[in-house]
């Protein structure tokens, strides 16, 4: 099948509003020219906030105590359960407490670097400089982060850098923080600034004029639809890792908010820019969808290893030290087992596509606490460990401080997201994608415990500061109504579309879709990638979406409580996203990061990016209904950082 | 295995609910509580009927949404984990089990095994915070905490507010969970400054809602899947009388 992409240059439309000045000032020249809103205007403006993971919960909130009416949305029971909860290894933030070197310089230069030279220099700068203020804000809101005994706040080592710098509270960092987010959301809705709006999911967005202005939500338990407006929207809605099913994710995860969102005219930036994470617990029955992280904190103390010999049966603790091949070691010695995530999941999934894999599936590496434990004392490691531990023994009903755990790599976290601008505003005026739901600070690759930093800045410390300048020119528009003919509309087609999904009456489940998709996506489009595979998928992705809305069974109603009904709905957008993946890998003809395509790699396997031809965030416009996606794209200008090839030797 | 299972049925919050008898063969131990019920409603979708509600997200113990009473214990026999982690290796060929919603006045169920527990929220809403307005915080390390203090009250700060400690209260007291996050901030400097005003706010909207009182039975404790100690209670009471 002939896959047409068209090319076009718009840069007017995909200006990414980068202040002026040297880098280092840029945010504080930004903060101190940017239109600010006075206190009794606020009062009159509203603003919606969907989902509440940190990103959401910090956003309303700080909106909340500036005094803007809050609106917050989330699909969960309450705001407490979105999935930043899972988030376990930590935050990083370039305090340099420890006297290690550490800056802000290095921070940035380091995020960078681990994205693999394709994210934007001003807003990782800026995220490594508003890193100290989020460890700030969350201790002071009571945050037991890790301490030393005077009392000092302590940090650990983590994959990819030569520092300690991630502040953590155990393996349940994102618990922590997200629960202090919480709390912070809390305190404004009982000072009234923020209204919630639990278990309902946002199925449309509704555009007037050219300017994000409210949403259409499923109150779940009813199966209302209801209409809110707002002067401004922001989208904290989280990643679409959930797409290739078995995953690290929260199971209920989706991409429906910002899918709509791309839909009604938001460009998505580096769809295929996914991360497989190297560490999680592997599949053990077929009707599993999550697999548990282990946090990749442990490959601090773990050691990653393989039987030397092909299909070796025998039990870990028998293979004798000179039969182990410590294949991280032996291949990256400056890195070791901290190497980043990208290359430790190609090289798990290398060593057990060619038979060196443990396990009854033989898709499995070791993970030995065996040296730790000897050097550090078992007290030590359950220090740092303890629940990870706890939980491996739980799951898996065999014990890591006597056997070494066995991992392997599921997809993790989407770099890809939202493209917004160095405000955080999409490509739609007044709607604004923050936290994981945007493509910004990452690049191609995300470094460990830079998700929980990212998105408490973008939350509680940059949108904040940058939607007055939004805001400040809607002082004089009225409270918007629900009833002019835009959401009519939006509301006529989402009750359409459910109907339909539910009148379809097929044999196979939604889940069924979801398990088929999950599959093509991680055997064509997941770690390793090449042109054959990838045209293989768009046409299975594509006979898939029409079996889908011929053969799709949803029991019950659309006005009921109806978990079927949720499922379907973000399966039908998955289906829809999933192309967008595909084209996105296709059309980037280079490695880059979590990004690998096989025809392109250096004589040793290693990444190998084309900097003269791919420096640039490919953003995709949506054309219309059976019309091919339009990309469009962001040069990246490298003023501060000298591109290198990464190496990790 | 081959399981038979005994699960509460209730259409809605407004509908009288009973116990439909499913038969469940093939069951892998290797499941857990939850894939076994993923798989029950496969079947049930197959053949029709209208799936098993229940509510669940992170799957790993984390994001306390799931939780039922399994043979009467909630989150099941098993101490220390939640459903979601509840292997199905700990049940033999040929085990009835009985499912049900979480029984609590202040948690009404919605459909089939899905509670609202919005009341905890309430709670919450009523003092469990520090009032700290974004970018007015200190330099972190100008706030000093002993690592064992830290230590105490990331212990309590781990509650996943599921709501067993309601549900497998006699009383359907809420003490356990309100002790929690009043022994986390007790515990630290960040929490004294407004220690009165958060323990009152939260102990009368406790109160208001419908939990019940303590009585020291200690069912709260026993059944927690993050070991919450009975400890914190005490802590409560103590933060309570000072704030009188």
């Not at chain 1, 300048?469 to 002082?475: C, F, K, M, P, R």
């Not at chain 1, 039908?572 to 993946?581: H, I, K, P, Q, S």
């Not at chain 2, 509580?33 to 053949?47: R, T, V």
Request: charged share 25%; aromatic share 8%.
């Amino acid at each position: 099948m002939a896959v047409q992409i068209e090319k076009t240059m718009n840069m007017e439309k995909l200006d990414a509003k980068i202040p002026d000045g040297p880098l280092a000032l840029k945010w504080t020249n930004y903060k101190a020219s940017v239109k600010l809103v006075n206190p009794a205007n606020k009062r009159k403006i509203d603003v919606i906030v969907v989902g509440t993971g940190v990103a959401g919960a910090a956003a309303s909130s700080a909106l909340g105590e500036l005094g803007y009416n809050v609106k917050t949305f989330s699909y969960h029971d309450s705001p407490r359960r979105a999935h930043a909860v899972a988030s376990q290894g930590g935050v990083n933030a370039a305090k340099n407490y420890q006297n290690d070197g550490d800056s802000v310089y290095r921070l940035f230069i380091d995020m960078i670097k681990g994205g693999d030279y394709r994210s934007r220099e001003a807003n990782v700068y800026r995220a490594a400089e508003v890193s100290n203020q989020v460890i700030d804000h969350f201790t002071a809101l009571g945050v037991p982060f890790a301490r030393d005994y005077g009392g000092t706040l302590n940090t650990r080592s983590f994959g990819g850098v030569q520092v300690s710098r991630t502040f953590y509270a155990k393996g349940q960092t994102g618990q922590q923080c997200l629960l202090a987010s919480y709390a912070s959301l809390n305190r404004q809705i009982k000072n009234g600034t923020v209204v919630m709006y639990p278990r309902r999911e946002m199925l449309d967005l509704v555009v007037i004029d050219g300017r994000a202005r409210g949403i259409i939500a499923r109150n779940m338990i009813t199966g209302e639809i209801e209409r809110h407006s707002a002067h401004a929207v922001v989208l904290a809605t989280g990643g679409y890792g959930t797409i290739f099913y078995l995953s690290t994710l929260a199971v209920n995860s989706n991409a429906t908010a910002a899918w709509k969102a791309y839909k009604k005219g938001a460009y998505f930036a580096n769809p295929s820019f996914v991360q497989i994470h190297p560490t999680s617990i592997p599949q053990m029955n077929e009707f599993q969808a999550k697999l548990t992280l282990m946090s990749e904190s442990l490959r601090n103390d773990g050691r990653i290893w393989v039987p030397k010999e092909k299909g070796d049966k025998r039990p870990p603790n028998e293979i004798p030290e000179n039969e182990r091949d410590y294949y991280l070691e032996r291949r990256y010695p400056a890195f070791g087992n901290l190497v980043p995530r990208d290359i430790a999941s190609r090289a798990a999934k290398e060593r057990c596509d060619a038979g060196y894999g443990v396990g009854p599936t033989g898709l499995a590496v070791y993970l030995d606490f065996r040296d730790s434990i000897g050097k550090q004392g078992k007290k030590a490691i359950e220090g740092k460990y303890g629940n990870l531990f706890e939980m491996y023994r739980t799951i898996t009903g065999t014990d890591p401080y006597t056997e070494p755990m066995k991992i392997y790599p599921a997809g993790h976290y989407t770099m890809g997201g939202l493209w917004v601008d160095y405000e955080l505003m999409t490509t739609i005026p007044g709607l604004y994608a923050i936290g994981e739901a945007n493509f910004s600070d990452h690049g191609a690759n995300r470094l460990g415990a830079s998700s929980l930093m990212q998105i408490a800045a973008d939350g509680y410390f940059i949108l904040p500061v940058t939607i007055n300048n939004y805001l400040s020119d809607q002082i004089r528009v009225a409270r918007i109504p629900t009833d002019a003919p835009e959401f009519d509309e939006a509301e006529r087609s989402v009750k359409e579309r459910l109907e339909r999904l539910v009148s379809i009456r097929g044999k196979q489940s939604a889940t069924t879709f979801h398990k088929r998709l999950g599959l093509i996506m991680w055997n064509h489009c997941g770690m390793s990638r090449n042109e054959k595979g990838l045209l293989k998928a768009l046409s299975l992705v594509k006979d898939l979406r029409e079996e889908f809305w011929k053969d799709l069974r949803v029991p019950g109603s659309l006005y009921d409580l109806n978990q079927e009904l949720e499922k379907a709905s973000r399966i039908a957008d998955f289906l829809e996203l999933a192309d967008l993946l595909i084209l996105d890998a296709l059309n980037r003809k280079e490695s880059c990061g979590a990004h690998f395509r096989e025809e392109y790699q250096t004589a040793e396997g290693e990444a190998l990016r084309n900097d003269a031809e791919y420096t640039f965030v490919s953003a995709w416009e949506y054309a219309g209904e059976g019309k091919p996606h339009i990309l469009h794209r962001e040069e990246l200008k490298f003023m501060e950082v000298e591109m290198k090839v990464r190496s990790y030797k | 295995m081959n399981l038979t299972l005994k699960i509460w049925r209730q259409k809605d919050t407004k509908s009288k609910g009973k116990f439909v008898t499913y038969k469940m063969p093939d069951v892998s131990p290797e499941m857990s509580f939850l894939e076994m019920l993923d798989a029950l409603n496969h079947k049930l979708i197959g053949s029709g009927d209208d799936p098993v509600a229940f509510e669940h997200d992170c799957r790993e113990g984390i994001c306390g949404s799931c939780g039922m009473y399994i043979n009467g214990h909630p989150h099941g026999p098993v101490p220390a984990v939640t459903t979601c982690l509840l292997s199905m290796r700990h049940f033999s060929d040929g085990d009835t089990i009985t499912v049900e919603p979480w029984r609590a006045k202040p948690f009404p169920v919605i459909k089939d095994l899905i509670v609202d527990r919005s009341a905890m929220d309430q709670i919450q809403i009523a003092g469990g915070f520090i009032s700290v307005n974004t970018g007015a915080a200190p330099e972190a390390n100008s706030i000093l905490v002993p690592k064992k203090n830290s230590e105490e009250a990331f212990d309590s700060a781990v509650c996943i507010g599921c709501g067993a400690c309601v549900a497998a209260c006699k009383n359907a007291s809420a003490m356990l969970f309100v002790s929690a996050r009043i022994s986390q901030y007790a515990l630290l400097p960040q929490g004294k400054v407004e220690a009165r005003e958060r323990v009152r706010a939260m102990v009368a909207k406790m109160d208001e809602l419908g939990f019940g009182n303590c009585s020291n039975t200690g069912a709260c404790e026993a059944e927690c899947p993050k070991q919450i100690r009975l400890v914190n209670i005490a802590r409560l009471n103590r933060e309570y009388y000072k704030a009188y």
